[in-house]
């Protein structure tokens, strides 16, 4: 008989490329899990970070932010600087394709986060 996930219920995982790492005694964080949150029809509601935000929280908190201050913002507002490295990659991957967007558009009066 095989033992069956109890992905459903409300358990803390990790957050792992795109699906979520379970942490169920049966997966013991090893399965992978893209339908996080159970059958909620807003899973982002129930996908929090290490300071009890959730994801959804967190954009609410952001969407006002001006562009030039939003990568500050948002290691302020998750409170995790955990993957620093690939967050500086990401940020510089945005601030090359801002510019070259710019160069195309020719919009000087947009800003590139610092």
Same mark, same amino acid.
């Given at each position: 008989m $095989?033992?069956?996930?109890?992905q459903?219920r409300y358990l803390q995982g990790v957050?792992k490329?795109?699906?979520?790492l379970c942490?169920?005694d049966?997966?013991k964080?090893?399965?992978?899990?893209a339908?996080?949150?159970?059958k909620?029809e807003?899973?982002y509601?129930?996908?929090f970070?290490?300071?009890r935000? $959730?994801i959804?929280?967190v954009?609410?908190?952001?969407k006002?932010?001006?562009?030039?201050m939003?990568?500050? !913002?948002?290691?302020?507002v998750t409170? $995790?600087t955990?993957?620093?490295?690939n967050?500086?990659?990401w940020k510089?991957s945005?601030? !090359?394709?801002?510019?070259e967007?710019?160069?195309?558009?020719?919009?000087d009066d947009? !800003?590139?986060? $610092?």
């Amino acid at each position: 008989m $095989s033992e069956v996930c109890c992905q459903p219920r409300y358990l803390q995982g990790v957050i792992k490329g795109t699906g979520y790492l379970c942490s169920c005694d049966v997966c013991k964080g090893q399965k992978c899990h893209a339908g996080v949150g159970g059958k909620s029809e807003h899973p982002y509601k129930h996908i929090f970070f290490e300071n009890r935000k $959730s994801i959804y929280g967190v954009v609410q908190e952001l969407k006002n932010n001006p562009q030039e201050m939003l990568f500050d !913002a948002i290691q302020t507002v998750t409170g $995790s600087t955990n993957n620093a490295r690939n967050f500086r990659i990401w940020k510089a991957s945005y601030q !090359a394709a801002t510019r070259e967007l710019q160069r195309i558009y020719g919009k000087d009066d947009a !800003a590139i986060p $610092s």
